[in-house]
Structure formats: C-alpha cells, structure tokens
C-alpha cells in the first residue's frame, strides 16, 4: 500500500510539472498572451506618378492579411492616420520614418508592433523596401526588401511579406494561394473587348474597346436626364422610362427601336433628376420612383408613379427624398431613400418600407459624410463581404465603403459626373454665378462572364479641358466601365467605346426578350458645330451581355 502512494504521489508530481512546462511554453508561443495590435503606416510612394490608390491598396491587403480575429489587431486607417498627424504636429516625427521612430509613435499609440515601409516605382521596374517593428526592443526586427521588373508583381510581393510576418512573428502559417486572384485569359463580354496586356491592376490597364459596336434604339430632340427599366404593366414585356425635365416617356422596343406608349407630363417647375423601377409595395405593379427638384434647385419635390391597370397615377408626390433602389442579398429590391438635410451630399440615408400607399423610414444606415444615394450600390466589391458599398462622393472619387460606414478606399481617379446640380450658397443677381454642387449617376453591380460573378458597372464622363473650363459643367465623351477589385483597387475589366457627349444613365435587362442581357445606356449629345452650346439631343443605345 506504501509502494502505491508513493507511485500515486509521484505521478500526481509529473502531472503538475508536466502541466506547468506545458503553460509556460504555450504563454511563450503566444498561445496564452493577449491580442496583439499592429498600426500600419501610409508606406511612402516614391514615383513620378500618383500612386494615392495603391497607397490605400498596400494598406487594405496588409490589413486583410495580417488581421487574425482574437490574436491580432489591425488598426483602422483612420485611427493610423490620426496618431500620425499627431505625432507630426507634437514634433514627434520629423522627416522619414526609421525603426526609433517607430518604436516611440507605437510606444504612444501603445500597439505591439508598427509596419511601415516604401514602395519605389521607375519605369516598368517596382521594389518593395519594408520593416516590422516590435515596439518594446525585444525582437528584431523584421525587414524585407524585394524587386521586380514587373508592375504587375505588387501584389505577389505584398503576399510574401505578409507571410513572413505571420510566420516569424506570429507563428503563424498562412498559404499566399489564398490571396492569389485568377486572371481571365482574353475575356470578351458581347460587344465590350479586353484588350490590354497584364498589368498592375490584374486585367489590363486602359485599352479596352467594344468589338461588335452598339445598337442605337432611340434619338430624341431633349436631354434625357435619367433611365429605368421594368414590366411596368404586367403585359410580359419590359419598358423603357425615360426622364426629360418634367415628363417621363415610357416605351417598349418593336424590332430594333423604342415605340413610345406613354407620355407622361409634370408641373413645369420641376426638374427630374433620377429614376428607378420596383414593385416596394408588393402589388405586383412596379412603382417609378422619381427624384425631382423644384426649378430653383434647392428644393426637392420627389413623387412615385404606379399603374392601376389602365392608367399611370401618382401615389405620392411633394416628396423631400432622393431615392435609389438597390438589390438586397437575396435579389429582392430595397428602396433606399436620403433627405435632403443642407445638400446632396449630407442628408441621412435610410432604408424605406411600404405602409398602404406610403413608405416611412424603416432604418437609417451609417455612411461617410459626403454620400449621395444617387451614386450609392450594394454589393461584394471584395470577394465574399456582401455588405458594403460603393459610392461616388462629391469630388468625383470611388469610395469603398464597410458594412460599418466607415471608408476602406478611395480612388485617385474620377468617376461618375453629370450636369445634372443643385445650387449651393446665397442666391445673387445672375444665377451662373452661383455654387453648384453636381450629382453623379448609378452605380450597380451585376453578375457578368462565365462565373456569373459580380462586377462593378459605373458612368465616367470626362469634361472638356479636363474640368477647367468655367464651373459649368461641359462633357465631350462619356463611357461605361465595368470593374473588379484585384486586391488593391478596383480596375477596369472593360468598357464601351468613348461615346460623344455625356451618358447620364444606364440599366441592364433583356428588353428585347431574347434570353440575353443588353446594357442599355442614355447618352446626350450636342451640336459639333458649337461645342460649347447647350446639350442639345440624347440617343438610347444597347450593348448586348453575353
């Protein structure tokens, strides 16, 4: 019995040693310390050209790469961007960054570790220098630098310094497949052609043309200033709605043009702005929902117009919204409406629902200052997050926006315009003196090519002189283009032809009842001779989507 105890004993004590060495190794892997952060700092971009977008891109895939939910913490670029100008207005950062430096902003942030680094662009040639410092010391630390002849090669270069920091900091081993993205090998989609050679933006750069040309529907003496498209009756085919100042046309297509139904006329005082086409209400009738100002844009006056099985009435009018429909998870649509609060850009957003003949506000959602519903769409921009969102904001940027309203990115370049505006400031004696604030047109996301995968599709209209020439608006080509993100922006995959003038919508639906999708576009032109004359005639045009 004594030789038992003592064996009991003395198995009771390994156990107990065994046990403490186990948690002593595990707390000295990391196993049992706490969540680490990271703050990762704008890298510096040395380059004769403007590198901003691959700047917020190198932050975003690092982020996305390193982040490890309950082990490691990222920053948020806004929080980074706070303590750094912070620290340069304290005196704290003087000059370039170096690793004491790090150590004493990370110290004052109190992060684990900062990342900071450059990246160098000559010619075709592109290099990587970086370092990832632990702020107390008492690791090395790590420094990678890598070239390439390669612009393309950005993103492989990113993958393999982010899998040195998993592995030799965080003991953690992350396959760079992961983030590898497929290429389409020559892709084509009906009458829109890539063709550039594989770049920085994973698809080309900017050579991309329509290869079978477009099919003109429509030529009108006005301007057409928006466009939907739905089953508007119940009679199996789809219409056409278009918007002139204070009346909306509705058609449908006999052969190969748009034979008129309707003529649909409004107070002359308003001016119509935006269009959209959904059944919110759930009587089997799609609405139009309009969005209009009053003549002295300043004012918004939107109203909602229905069939009731003879004749197009308005159900709802004197509206002080802006609407947009977008396309929730499941496909179903959601009217989304802004208020009109001090501008375009600065009315809270909700999401509306319908109560009888009336839509109240349901939920209002979070978004960055300077966003208009007019220019916002739902959907994945980044591989499996559904829940964000486009936007283009009122400098013309694209901006990525989280499910948290916050911005994840924003383009250098410029998108989106119109000459569709609202007037902004005290009125004076001539009205062409006044501010004006323009609205930008829709962006959707639609499934497009053989996986059938989301893309972006999005108006850039490009003004004469490059924008300036007065601040009147005056457009000499516009264009469609349909976009992916590629793991650092989003690039163009393709796009139309430049078309003369501006394009001030666009939908996508098989008007013609073929099977095939066609992206049909409202363009407004004016007069060759007299360039800088007011816009002066609008044509519909189709693109087929195969």
């Given at each position: 019995?004594?030789?038992?105890?003592q064996i009991f004993f003395a198995f009771r004590t390994a156990v107990a040693v065994l046990t403490f060495f186990a948690f002593w190794t595990a707390a000295d892997s990391g196993l049992c310390s706490e969540t680490k952060t990271v703050a990762v700092f704008p890298f510096e971009m040395n380059s004769s050209q403007d590198l901003g977008f691959l700047q917020n891109g190198l932050f975003s895939m690092?982020?996305?790469?390193?982040?490890d939910a309950g082990k490691v913490d990222v920053l948020d670029r806004e929080t980074v961007d706070k303590a750094l100008a912070g620290a340069r207005a304290s005196g704290l950062v003087k000059g370039g960054f170096n690793e004491g430096v790090a150590r004493n902003i990370g110290a004052q942030m109190g992060v684990d570790y900062i990342l900071f680094g450059s990246l160098t662009h000559y010619g075709e040639s592109i290099s990587l220098d970086a370092a990832m410092v632990d702020v107390t010391g008492k690791k090395e630390t790590l420094a990678f630098f890598e070239q390439s002849n390669a612009m393309g090669d950005v993103i492989p270069l990113v993958n393999s310094f982010a899998g040195d920091i998993n592995m030799k900091v965080f003991n953690r081993n992350i396959d760079n497949k992961l983030y590898a993205r497929p290429q389409e090998q020559n892709p084509t989609l009906g009458g829109l052609q890539y063709a550039g050679s594989p770049g920085l933006y994973g698809g080309g750069?900017?050579?991309?043309?329509?290869?079978?040309g477009f099919t003109t529907h429509l030529k009108m003496a006005d301007v057409i200033r928006a466009m939907a498209t739905g089953d508007l009756n119940k009679d199996g085919r789809l219409q056409v709605v278009t918007a002139t100042d204070s009346s909306l046309q509705i058609y449908h297509l006999e052969g190969s043009l748009l034979t008129e139904e309707t003529h649909l006329d409004y107070a002359s005082y308003l001016r119509i702005i935006g269009l959209d086409v959904a059944d919110i209400n759930g009587n089997g009738y799609p609405e139009i929902f309009v969005t209009a100002m009053t003549i002295n844009r300043e004012?918004?006056?939107?109203?909602?117009?229905?069939?009731?099985g003879s004749s197009y009435t308005t159900i709802q009018d004197g509206l002080s919204y802006y609407f947009r429909v977008m396309d929730s998870d499941d496909g179903n649509p959601?009217?989304?409406?802004?208020?009109?609060?001090?501008?375009?850009?600065?009315g809270k957003i909700y999401i509306m629902?319908?109560?009888?003949?009336?839509?109240?506000?349901?939920?209002?959602?979070?978004?960055?200052?300077?966003?208009s519903v007019l220019s916002l769409a739902r959907g994945p921009v980044r591989e499996g997050n559904a829940d964000e969102f486009l936007s283009i904001n009122q400098h013309h940027r694209l901006v990525l926006i989280n499910e948290a309203g916050s911005n994840e990115w924003e383009s250098t370049e410029k998108y989106g315009k119109t000459n569709n505006y609202w007037f902004s400031g005290a009125q004076g004696a001539d009205d062409s003196y006044r501010e004006r604030e323009y609205f930008n047109p829709r962006i959707k996301f639609h499934p497009v090519g053989e996986e059938q995968k989301k893309k972006v599709f999005i108006i850039t209209n490009n003004e004469l002189g490059g924008g300036a020439i007065g601040r009147i608006k005056r457009f000499k080509e516009g264009r469609v283009e349909i976009m992916s993100w590629n793991g650092i922006a989003l690039a163009p995959v393709f796009q139309t032809v430049p078309l003369q003038g501006w394009v001030s919508d666009f939908n996508i639906a098989d008007i013609d009842n073929d099977g095939i999708e066609e992206m049909v576009i409202s363009v407004v032109t004016r007069s060759k001779i007299a360039i800088l004359a007011d816009d002066k005639t609008s044509n519909i045009i189709s693109y087929k989507l195969k």
């Open positions: 019995m004594r030789k038992f105890t690092l982020s996305s790469r390193l982040s750069m900017m050579a991309m043309q329509a290869s079978q004012t918004l006056s939107s109203f909602v117009v229905e069939y009731n959601v009217l989304y409406a802004q208020e009109k609060g001090r501008g375009p850009y600065a629902s319908p109560t009888n003949d009336t839509y109240r506000e349901e939920k209002a959602i979070r978004m960055p200052r300077g966003t």
